[in-house]
């Protein structure tokens, strides 16, 4: 995964809905190596650091978001090798030495009932999960740094090899499709179906509830389009999280709005395909979602 687009496309849609007052500038080094990671859930890290550094800068400042090479020579916690250094940087409040002490503690906030203490447990999670490490800085007055190190995704695979790829695995489940342009969800429902879904497909939200709602058996996923003529995917989602709760979620979007970010913030199981994406790529999503459901 290219970190730099990905990121680039985070950074783009957060510079529209953080406040005026708080510049967003970012920093990518050239010919950053593809590192191992989900998308979905490095949006989930991105989102988390950027709202905490708005949080910080009450009255505007700088967040910096950096992509970098970095290598560790001497050996311990990380491990020595090639990293790729995502660095999120603000010039907010900072924290106190107590306060970064305890930051990465689920349920820890120093923001009351605004805040659940949730978002730097998830960074925390995912990047552990993804073999990362990562590490903040901060000194009250002085602003926060936060460090990601991610893995390098492995050389590719001889062309002889099958890819060790997470749609490798055999696919039985049922996939809910909602998909309002015909071509997109032609693709989307051949791709499924030729990886052994079962797939039932339909246009908009009214149509999912519905057939969600007769479907005898289980939906293990939903896949839908972020935006939609009739009925808001977020009501299509929380319609049908009420019949399905066990399901995964994936909103494929060519464009993250507002509220559907939030969203990624405050209902951790969704996950995002930004548009366009590949057959693979969609694949891989959908793969990844069964699997962190069970
Ligand atoms: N960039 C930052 N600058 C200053 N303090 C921070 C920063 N990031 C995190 N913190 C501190 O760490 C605490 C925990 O952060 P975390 O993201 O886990 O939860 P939260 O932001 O309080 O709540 P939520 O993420 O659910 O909105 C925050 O309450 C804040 O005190
Ligand atoms: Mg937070």
Known sequence: ??????VARVVETLARILPENIRVKHVFEQDIPPVL???????Q?????????????PDGGDLTIEIARKTIQDGGEPPRGDWVCLTVRDTGVGMTEETL????????????ELGSGLGLASVYGIVQQTGGHVSAQSEPG?????QVLLPLAP???RASVPPASASAQPASATILVAEDEPPVRRLIVESLKKSGYTVLDVENGDQALEVARRHRGAIDLLCTDGVMPGMASRELITGFRRLF????IIVCSGHIEEQALRDV???RALRFLPKPFTSRELMDSVALALAKRN
């Open 37 to 43: 990671v989900d998308p979905g859930q490095m949006d």
């Open 142 to 146: 002085r602003g926060t740094t936060f």
């Open 265 to 267: 913030v405050e209902k």
């Open 155 to 157: 050389e590719p695979p």
């Open 45 to 57: 890290v991105l989102v988390n650091l950027c709202l905490n550094a708005r949080d910080a800068m």
């Open 1 to 6: 995964m290219p970190l730099p687009a990905l």
């Open 245 to 248: 709760p066990e399901a995964a």
């Open 101 to 112: 002490r305890k930051a990465f503690e689920p349920f820890f906030t120093t923001k009351g």
